[in-house]
């Protein structure tokens, strides 16, 4: 069945879709790598899954259950989602806006609440590829936003991409026929309202007779007196934000290095384990077998052998230097092509702004990528908060007149600061001292203008204080001193030449 059935009014027609919409949805590609993004975000690498086999002396492929195994996923993608997120997002996303009043009604919805869901879409669509945001009306009746699992979220458009359908769906337990189930719950949510949908007994979909009304408006709420409101929010009100434009997960550029970086350190933690005894070469064992004869070496420490057998003692040296080298390369290359900041890097110990600077460069480019579509999502919230405020407070604000701002803070060496400052500050004094020096031949005006543009002084506002201390000065000194108050004329006098000086 097409997609276009999901834009049905017919509630029957639009359950018979998502039977198969929602089936292709679970087996994608996009939803598969979604998941192996997120089960690796969670350290649940492959090298969990991995066996060691053996042929044994049938030529028979056998696990050996007694060989060491060692399994140590390393959360390589874990710190770079994380350090990506908290660059990008260490700050909080601040709005402004002219209108004092409006920037207070701004601040109500850009609350911890808010950041916290900010960090969450975006460490989503890194892991997975693209994260849905969501608007809903808490219990103020005001605007919130959160999460929409996308890896049980996906949206569907008519042929012209105009109109647009969001399908969410998740397993629940519910008591049916006085036992409990598991079913898949479904919402079809268009522009104007919503629709409840669950799996029978034979797992098709239906519309769900539990929720009343159904279908419904996107908001729905009692007053105090039980007189039900219902609202629309005249869109579609989730959005869908990609990590970059064919919404590739973070960890793809670098699974297949981590997978071999795992490898790589945990067979060298097995060599280590294994190798960690001599190798007992036999000669003439009259046992049963080559696994009955290793059996006994590792249990007991010895073996038997007949009069002209005989046992000689070997040891392996282990490549380690090999791995060790292996292991940086693999480590470097997970940075590089991760785009993040390897926090283990020393260089030569010259740690200037520069090099830290350098060391940044590359998850600044994957920062402004994020930031580019996380403002686009910005955008359109932004929309929606206004909105609200004018249903709210009966207003007519326009979103167009926020301001986002987006700040990154990153290591830097203070030292380096104030050396360069100093340096900075000696060469404007050797400035100074050179314009004074002529000053003679430039005359007061030009001097004066040279002086405020290495200070970065107004050079207008500097011309009219100092003509308006001439202008109260000249006042002064034309002032008589008042009949029979010879002392304080004196002190006038006295302190005007004070202030001269």
Request: glycine share 4%; with cysteine.
């Amino acid at each position: 069945m097409d997609s276009k059935y999901l834009f049905s009014e017919n509630p029957q027609t639009v359950a018979t879709a998502l039977n198969k919409l929602i089936a292709e949805d679970r087996t994608s590609v996009a939803k598969k790598n979604a998941r192996i993004g997120q089960r690796y975000y969670e350290y649940k690498h492959d090298i969990l899954d991995n066996r060691i086999f053996y042929i044994d002396d049938n030529d028979k492929l056998q696990e050996d259950l007694y060989a060491s195994n060692v399994k140590i996923p390393h959360a390589f993608f874990t710190e770079q989602v994380d350090q990506k997120v908290q660059y990008l997002l260490s700050n909080p996303v601040e709005l402004k806006v002219e209108d004092e009043a409006f920037q207070k009604l701004l601040d109500e919805y850009y609350d911890e609440d808010f950041q916290l869901f900010l960090q969450e879409s975006l460490e989503g669509a890194s892991k997975k590829g693209f994260e849905y945001a969501y608007a809903r009306t808490n219990q103020d009746d005001r605007l919130c936003f959160q999460v929409s699992d996308s890896i049980q979220t996906f949206s569907i458009y008519d042929d012209k991409l105009q109109d647009q359908r969001v399908i969410r769906y998740y397993d629940k337990d519910i008591t049916r026929d006085g036992k409990n189930v598991i079913v898949t719950a479904a919402e079809v949510w268009d522009d104007k309202q919503v629709m409840f949908f669950i799996t029978d007994k034979n797992k098709r979909f239906e519309l769900d007779d539990m929720r009343d009304p159904n279908p419904r408006p996107h908001v729905i709420a009692k007053d105090e007196a039980g007189k039900v409101y219902e609202r629309s929010m005249n869109t579609v009100p989730f959005y869908r934000l990609s990590n970059n434009k064919n919404e590739r997960t973070d960890l793809e550029p670098i699974k297949a290095l981590i997978d071999d970086y795992d490898l790589m350190a945990c067979f060298l933690s097995n060599n280590l384990q294994d190798f960690s005894e001599a190798i007992y070469v036999v000669r003439g064992y009259p046992g049963d077998d080559l696994s009955k004869l290793r059996q006994n070496i590792k249990a007991k420490k010895t073996v038997g052998t007949d009069a002209d057998g005989g046992v000689d003692v070997q040891t392996v040296n282990i490549p380690t230097e090999a791995r060790k080298t292996k292991l940086e390369i693999d480590k470097d290359a997970i940075y590089k092509f991760g785009m993040a900041f390897d926090s283990t890097q020393i260089g030569d110990g010259n740690i200037t702004n520069v090099v830290i600077k350098s060391r940044y460069a590359l998850l600044d480019m994957k920062a402004n990528k994020a930031e580019v579509r996380l403002r686009a999502m910005l955008k359109w919230i932004n929309e929606m908060i206004v909105a609200d405020i004018n249903r709210r407070f009966n207003k007519k604000y326009n979103a167009k007149d926020i301001e986002i701002n987006i700040v990154r803070e990153t290591m830097v060496n203070e030292k380096d600061i104030v050396d360069i400052e100093k340096v900075e500050a000696d060469t404007r004094q050797v400035v100074i001292e050179t314009i004074l020096s002529v000053a003679p031949r430039l005359g007061d005006e030009e001097v004066l203008k040279l002086i405020c543009e290495q200070f970065d002084l107004d050079w207008e506002e500097i011309q009219l204080s100092l003509e308006e201390q001439e202008f109260s000065s000249g006042l002064q000194e034309d002032t008589d001193p008042i009949e029979g108050d010879e002392n304080a004329a004196a002190g006038q006098v006295e302190q005007g030449t004070g202030t001269a000086i």
